[in-house]
């Protein structure tokens, strides 16, 4: 695993696993939280800023692009090969499109992905610019998000559509006794290490 203290990230928590073969293209605008895996082959542009919170994955082979705002709750992942555009060309025939297009022909759009707490999105979904996906959200696999998803709620298809809800309380429940075991009084994550040293003391 790469050490990310070498990374100069905006910031990064502890318990941060990067796999040496990721790719992180202007770590100075990327922010991550605790406890978050980063898998090989992901390509993840920080492009205006990215925020990954804590207890989140990507998985590999995902690529983040489009020179726009990610944000990632926490306790959400990205399944294999997801592919999440923050920005766009535009496509209407108005304008040329890509970059080795001179900028006074063409006119890519920067916007934002959000996705909140408890997400999951399954392999190989494409995520295009603009969207919320709400908590609690399962995306199927192979799914195309163009819209904002409704909190806990079954999408899938292309474009993806809501198929059934997902039951939040059992997910808020195992939430609450993970934040009891992993975060201290004062809402401060207890690290691998710091937990580990406490159950031997108490041994
Ligand atoms: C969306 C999903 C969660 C639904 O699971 P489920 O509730 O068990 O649904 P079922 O398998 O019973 O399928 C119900 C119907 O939806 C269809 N369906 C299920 N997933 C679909 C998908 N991703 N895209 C299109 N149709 C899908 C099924 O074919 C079935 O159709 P039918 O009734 O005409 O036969 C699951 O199919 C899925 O895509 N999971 C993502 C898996 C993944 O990406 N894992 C990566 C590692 S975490």
Redesign the pocket.
């Known amino acids: 695993m790469i050490e990310t203290a070498h990374i100069k990230f905006a910031r990064c928590g502890l318990d941060v696993k990067i796999w040496p073969l990721a790719k992180i293209v202007s770590p100075e605008v990327i922010s991550i939280g605790n406890s978050v895996i980063i898998d090989d082959f992901v390509f993840l542009m920080g492009g205006e800023r990215t925020i990954i919170g804590s207890f989140v994955h990507i998985?590999s082979f995902t690529s983040i692009t489009g020179c726009g705002e990610l944000i990632i709750d926490d306790y959400s992942?990205l399944?294999?090969g997801v592919r999440v555009f923050t920005g766009n060309d535009d496509y209407s025939g108005q304008w040329m499109a890509h970059p080795t297009i001179p900028g006074t022909y063409r006119k890519p759009l920067r916007s934002y992905v959000h996705i909140e707490k408890h997400v999951?999105i399954?392999?190989n979904t494409v995520i295009l610019p603009g969207v919320t996906i709400g908590e609690g959200v399962?995306v199927?696999?192979?799914?195309l998000i163009k819209k904002d998803c409704e909190p806990w709620t079954?999408y899938?298809?292309t474009p993806a559509r809501p198929?059934?809800v997902r039951p939040r309380e059992k997910i808020l429940e195992l939430e609450s006794k993970l934040r009891a075991e992993h975060y201290d009084g004062k809402g401060n994550y207890i690290s691998k290490a710091q937990l580990a040293a406490m159950k031997e003391r108490k041994r």
């Open positions: 998985a992942g399944s294999s999951i399954g392999a399962a199927g696999a192979n799914s079954v899938f298809g198929v059934k």
